[in-house]
């Protein structure tokens, strides 16, 4: 098939983009490399270097490129900055997002997936683990703004003919993911203490979130390439693992003896975070596979190569 994905440089994205490659489709990206980088493109992936918020720009992709199926991964992830400027990350996920749901429409795309928040969607439990039909009360812009983009696929799916799948990820983990930003704590801890530097805790490190390793999301998008049509489905482990955890796990991983220092918890965080993935088991026979040491020493291996350059300029 022909794919086109939309923050195919990205973490999550890029990782996506090589196994349907692996699989023989033909995949361009869009991505405008903000937070996407050159290097994690795949090569045989052609490159469109335009943000998703530019209209014009993404529909003469779209009618160049004619995709039968659109993974749409790219975003501004950021629960901070959401927090500090939530215009832009308005203008980023929901327009930018309804530009893609209308140029799909145009080119005759078949089936539209949706990379969403499942970490940040449901805000503080109301139970655990939180299953699909948990309420909806994101404790965030961000939260807000990746929920509103569902209920435009339902719309276009019902009044265009638009097919979707909606994947929510838990808190995604793993080699490509940047740890010079606010986000991934795993990439984050590990970068520091790799350099020989004391990482921080926000609160009091009991905080416990669904930790999921990207291979096991990558294998979520290849099911749902021919299944899941009008679904949600949440991507997660169903194990809460607090942040005192994963800075065990990763001072295991990389021999570092020091301790974390503290700082007081940030806005939008949440306390508590774990989602029910049965609906994914049942539906797509799909299932994390990738338990957290593991996971933790791929990434460390992939942060010891040097991979992950420089932080970006202030």
Do not use: C
């Amino acid at each position: 098939m022909k794919i086109l994905v939309t923050g195919g440089a990205g973490f999550i994205g890029s990782h996506v983009v090589d196994r349907y490659i692996e699989l023989g489709h033909q995949v361009a990206v869009v991505d405008n490399l903000s937070t996407g980088r050159q290097q994690n493109l795949n090569p045989e992936a052609g490159l469109y270097e335009v943000d998703i918020t530019d209209a014009d720009e993404l529909e003469a992709v779209f009618q160049a490129e004619r995709p039968e199926i659109v993974n749409h991964h790219a975003a501004q992830m950021d629960v901070r900055r959401s927090v500090e400027d939530p215009l832009f990350d308005a203008q980023t996920n929901i327009i930018g997002s309804l530009n893609v749901i209308q140029s799909s429409v145009r080119a005759g795309v078949g089936k539209v997936i949706y990379a969403s928040t499942g970490g940040a969607m449901y805000g503080e439990l109301q139970y655990s683990p939180a299953d699909e039909r948990h309420p909806v009360n994101p404790l965030s812009p961000y939260g807000i703004s990746k929920h509103v983009v569902e209920h435009y696929l339902y719309l276009y799916k019902h009044v265009e003919g638009l097919d979707y799948a909606v994947i929510r990820y838990a808190n995604v983990y793993g080699p490509r993911q940047n740890p010079h930003g606010e986000a991934g704590v795993v990439a984050i801890f590990g970068k520091l203490m790799l350099t020989g530097q004391q990482p921080t805790i926000f609160g009091d490190g009991t905080d416990t979130r669904d930790y999921l390793f990207v291979g096991d999301v990558v294998e979520a998008n290849q099911a749902v390439l021919e299944s899941g049509a009008g679904e949600i489905f949440n991507i997660s482990t169903g194990q809460a693992t607090s942040v005192q955890q994963v800075f065990a796990a990763v001072a295991h991983a990389v021999g570092y003896e020091g301790q974390p220092t503290y700082a007081p918890a940030r806005a939008g965080d949440l306390r508590h975070n774990v989602l029910d993935n049965s609906k994914a088991q049942r539906a797509l026979g799909w299932l994390p596979r990738v338990e957290l040491p593991e996971g933790i020493a791929l990434t460390m291996e992939y942060l010891r190569s040097g991979e992950v350059g420089t932080p970006p300029p202030a």
